[in-house]
Every structure is written in structure tokens, then in C-alpha cells.
């Protein structure tokens, strides 16, 4: 006298609180750990990968010089987005920080690259996120829990346009 | 998932016999001494119709195929195990808000005020996963509950015939727990 089931399509609910005991999932102290075990596996697998891959194909550096805008177009405190065409497309701001001062800077913040944007009423690049600040002239970190400098790009201005290169430090 | 207990012996089956209840109590005393309990007893003993007369009947849980009581706990703390036997509220679920006392159609789930909880015969599970029989079949002396096989018991009552299918006006209900009834019986109208 084995019990059946009454019902053979019970509404949802049913199967979410079943009555039944041997209907009822139970997740085994076994189950989860072997879960565990597969979960971080994977993880560290994940991080290998991203590791052997940076050390098999490192970044370039920026060849040659590429056209953002012509000068025209970012007045002074103002700030544009670019990104160089046939490369990573890395999104760039480029600050019009005064006459004359251009400054290029990856537009990812180095904590957990969020978009950072210029403040010109405090000549500081913010990254909004967490409260994470950067020196609009040389890309250091401020204040905040970014842990690197935004990394930079040189540029030129030349019969009113504007370019950008591979940065150079031209103090040491 | 586990494989059903097979100590469960599926051959054993329960029952009931209504008109030899002598009102001795001896299955309710049987059953409070089951420590799972906690001193309470889950078999009933019912007067029938005490102004007139001293027949009494005794309640066990019928274990239905698909149990009332089960389907409208909210709190999903009635279940049925693969053996058929409906088990008692799991005490860390029930809530005592006595849905399954009014949904059961045999008025067998009794409400513990004292302790918020419902609690109701499981078959002496302890006792019969291991192939033991019920604590209350076992002390019954005129044999008004009985465990064992259909085989045994066409031979004791062999004017009598174990009945599991109840009409309750419309609805109809199957139970693992048998009641004697006359020769020819097939089902148990209850109106």
C-alpha cells in the first residue's frame, strides 16, 4: 500500500511546501561543500587566468599621436570624453585645465574604475562612486580609496588641434 | 534523496474496530509513555453518545492519502514520509493555529493550548520504521486497534471488512488506517 501522489499537477506552491517528505529538496552538508569547493575552484581558476593572460599579452604603449578635438572645443575648466580608435578603447577625458594646460587622463578611477570627472570650481578630478579624489595636474590620488594615480597621456597642441601620445615625464 | 526506510514492514496495516472499544484508556496510557511524546497521549478516546449510553470509540490518525490537514498547514509542518504515514507537526515549525484540528475531516489533529501546538498520532513511527508494532495495538486487550496484515485479520473478523475509502458528502477520502466494518463493506458514508 505505497502511497501515490493524488495529484499529478499540483499548482506551484505545492512544490515549493510539499507534503511529501521525499518531494522535499534537502540540501546535505556534503552537497554544499562539494558546492563550495567548485564555487572557489572556479574563483581561483577565474584569477589565474586573469593573471597568465596579462603576463601573455601585456599593453602597448601608445604609438604615435591621435586627434582628440581642435582647441575650440573644450573651453577653459572644461573637460571631453574620447577614446583612440584601433586600440583597447580605453575611455580618456581630456581637461582643459587653463590657457594653454591640457591634460589627458584614463577616465576609469583605479579603485573599481568607475567614471571620474572634472570639478573645475575645485581643479580636482572626482570620482563620484566613493568619494575618491585625483590631482587634476598630475593624476595622483587626492583622497579616496583609489590605490593608483589615473594613468596619463601627453599632449599636444598644434595648429589648433589637439593631440594626445604616450606619456612622457618630462621632470625626470 | 534517501531511499524509503525499507524496515517499514508495507504488509502491516492498521486497524480499527469501533464497536470494541470497552472505554479501558489503556491505548491513551500506552501511548503517553512514548517519550517522543512528552507524557501526551495522540489516540483519543471518544464517548459516542454519553447521556446514553457508555460506548466509547477510540480516534487514531487515519493517515490519509492525502492529507487535510497537511495541505492547509500554513506553516508546512505536517508531512507525509514515502511509508504513508502523516507525521506530527514538526514542533519547530507549528505555529498552533489549529488550521489542520478544523480542516481534518476525522477531528483527529488535537490543538495543545498549553504548549501552542498541534499534535497528532504518527503511527508510533519510532516503534514501526523498526518493525515493532503501535503502542496502542499492542495494549488493547479486545482488540479494537489492531496492526498487523490483511491476511491476519480476514482471519480474526471474518465477518468483517476493513473499509479505508470515507465519503464525506462530496469529497472522498483514502486512508492508510482501516476500519472494520460489516462483511461487504466497501466504503463509509459520512454524512
Known amino acids: ?172 | 534523496m534517501a531511499e524509503p526506510e525499507k524496515n517499514f514492514d508495507q504488509d502491516m496495516e492498521f486497524f480499527v474496530d469501533m464497536q470494541r472499544c470497552i472505554s479501558c484508556h489503556a491505548c491513551e496510557t500506552a501511548c503517553a509513555e512514548c517519550e517522543t511524546n512528552g507524557q501526551e497521549t495522540m489516540i483519543h478516546v471518544n464517548y459516542v453518545d454519553r447521556a446514553h449510553s457508555v460506548q466509547t470509540t477510540v480516534q487514531v490518525c487515519m493517515h490519509c492519502e492525502d492529507p487535510a490537514c497537511a495541505n492547509v498547514c500554513p506553516a508546512d509542518a505536517i508531512s507525509k514520509d514515502s511509508n504513508g504515514v502523516v507525521h506530527s507537526a514538526n514542533t519547530s515549525r507549528c505555529i498552533g493555529c489549529s488550521n489542520c484540528v478544523m480542516a481534518c475531516p476525522f477531528g483527529v489533529p488535537k490543538k495543545m493550548e498549553a504548549a501552542e501546538l498541534m499534535m497528532k498520532c504518527n503511527l508510533c513511527y519510532d516503534r514501526t520504521s523498526v518493525g515493532k508494532k503501535p503502542m496502542c495495538a499492542t495494549v488493547c486487550p479486545s482488540g479494537a486497534l489492531y496492526y498487523g496484515t490483511r491476511e491476519e485479520m480476514r482471519k480474526k473478523r471474518p465477518n468483517s471488512d476493513p473499509v479505508n475509502t470515507f465519503k464525506f458528502g462530496a469529497q472522498t477520502v483514502h486512508t492508510k488506517v482501516n476500519v472494520m466494518m460489516p462483511k461487504g463493506s466497501k466504503e463509509l458514508k459520512v454524512h
Open chain 1, 1 to 172: 500500500m505505497a502511497y501515490e501522489p493524488k495529484e499529478k499537477n499540483p499548482p506551484n506552491w505545492k512544490g515549493d511546501f510539499p507534503i511529501r517528505q521525499d518531494e522535499a529538496t534537502h540540501v546535505t552538508r556534503r552537497e554544499f561543500a562539494k558546492f563550495l569547493c567548485l564555487l572557489s575552484g572556479g574563483l581561483a581558476l577565474g584569477n589565474g587566468y586573469v593573471v597568465l593572460s596579462s603576463f601573455a599579452y601585456p599593453d602597448k604603449e601608445l604609438e604615435g599621436e591621435h586627434l582628440v578635438c581642435n582647441t575650440s572645443e573644450v573651453p577653459v575648466g572644461g573637460m571631453t570624453m574620447f577614446a583612440i580608435k584601433g586600440t583597447k578603447e580605453i575611455p580618456y577625458i581630456l581637461i582643459h585645465l587653463a590657457e594653454g594646460e591640457w591634460r589627458a587622463f584614463e577616465q576609469k578611477c583605479t579603485h573599481l574604475s568607475c567614471a571620474v570627472v572634472y570639478r573645475d570650481e575645485v581643479k580636482k578630478i572626482e570620482c563620484p562612486c566613493h568619494n575618491g579624489w585625483f590631482s587634476a595636474d598630475t593624476g595622483e590620488v587626492l583622497q579616496g580609496p583609489p590605490p593608483r594615480a589615473l594613468p596619463q597621456l601627453s599632449v599636444v597642441v598644434r595648429n589648433e588641434k589637439v593631440y594626445v601620445t604616450a606619456f612622457k615625464d618630462t621632470i625626470s
